[in-house]
Nanobody
Framework: QVQLVESGGGLVQAGGSLRLSCAAS????????MGWFRQAPGKERSFVAA????????YYADSVKGRFTVSKDNAKSTVYLQMNSLKPEDAAVYYC???????????????????WGQGTQVTVSS
């Protein structure tokens, strides 16, 4: 059974940094794509970043390009989201997700991802 466990959320001042982790277990993820999404109160869940296990190809939402970096540690089956220069509008619950049949045109779609973590709260004070 696939399990995704996020950690690393918290409260940070605007301009600060946080690193989120997503520990994946229950499968061999070498062919998967791992995504990060976020959901603020009253808003839909939206794409933040993604990385393909096999190639390391990374994808970003325009709103986080240049500030966030997604990476992976194959040995630990863990995906990271390094978030720098955080803004109040980055505050949300951040979710890790796994797509077991990734396609280039679906990287940003929540419906493409098969497994989800429980989420971790990120709060950014102004």
């Amino acid at each position: 059974q696939v399990q995704l466990v996020e950690s690393g959320g918290g409260l940070v001042q605007a301009g600060g940094s946080l690193r989120l982790s997503c520990a994946a277990s229950g499968r061999t993820f070498s062919s998967y794509r791992m995504g990060w999404f976020r959901q603020a109160p009253g808003k839909e869940r939206s794409f933040v970043a993604a990385i393909t296990w096999s190639t390391g190809n990374a994808y970003y939402a325009d709103s986080v390009k240049g500030r966030f970096t997604v990476s992976k540690d194959n040995a630990k089956s863990t995906v990271y989201l390094q978030m720098n220069s955080l803004k109040p509008e980055d505050a949300a619950v951040y979710y890790c997700a796994a797509d077991e049949n990734p396609h280039l045109d679906t990287v940003r779609l929540t419906t493409a991802y098969d497994y989800w973590g429980q989420g971790t709260q990120v709060t950014v004070s102004s």
